[in-house]
């Protein structure tokens, strides 16, 4: 539950001003998290969250550690699907990714840490990942990207 809240954490000081933590507390209620100041001041903590102007105004903001890390994400991804050899199956509003035995968790944190918004979700085992979306598009979008990081 901690994870989840704070990546919504995150998606949430990337995607509007948030100036304080009961505005934090709001948000997140709006997205069905009930959550003690204590813990969303333990949360800013740990996520390191800085403020920074924001029309006008001070807000929280992502410091520039996880900033990098989210691109790092990406590269590092790219270098996997360039090294590893691949293969892509959808199966309804799931993308299968088939690699080589070992591989598949390296795949999976890569694309967890590049944060794509269209990704719900991604599981791995040996040498296969599971990646979840809410929709085909997405989906489609996705698996282009991914064949295009493997060129």
């Known amino acids: 539950m901690k994870q989840l809240r704070q990546r ?13 933590q009961q505005e934090l507390a709001g948000a997140l209620r709006e997205r069905g998290f009930r959550t003690t100041q204590a813990t969303i001041s333990r949360d800013v903590a740990e996520l390191g ?5 924001h029309g006008g105004a001070q807000a ?12 790092s994400g990406e590269d590092r991804l790219r270098k996997l699907l360039k090294d ?13 990714v088939r ?12 694309l ?3 944060r794509w918004p269209e990704v719900a979700g991604s599981i791995a085992g040996d040498d ?14 996705v698996r282009r990207r991914l064949a295009a990081l493997a060129q």
């Open 8 to 20: 919504a954490i995150r998606d949430l000081v990337e995607q509007r001003a948030i100036r304080t």
């Open 49 to 53: 969250l800085i403020k920074a102007g």
């Open 60 to 71: 929280y903001a992502l410091p520039p550690r996880l900033i990098e890390a989210e691109t």
């Open 84 to 96: 590893l050899p691949v293969e892509f199956r959808e199966s309804g509003l799931m993308l299968v």
């Open 99 to 110: 690699t080589l035995p070992g591989s598949a968790h390296a795949i999976a944190a890569a």
């Open 112 to 114: 967890d840490r590049a």
């Open 128 to 141: 296969t990942v599971f990646v979840a979306f809410g929709d085909r598009g997405s989906l489609q979008r």
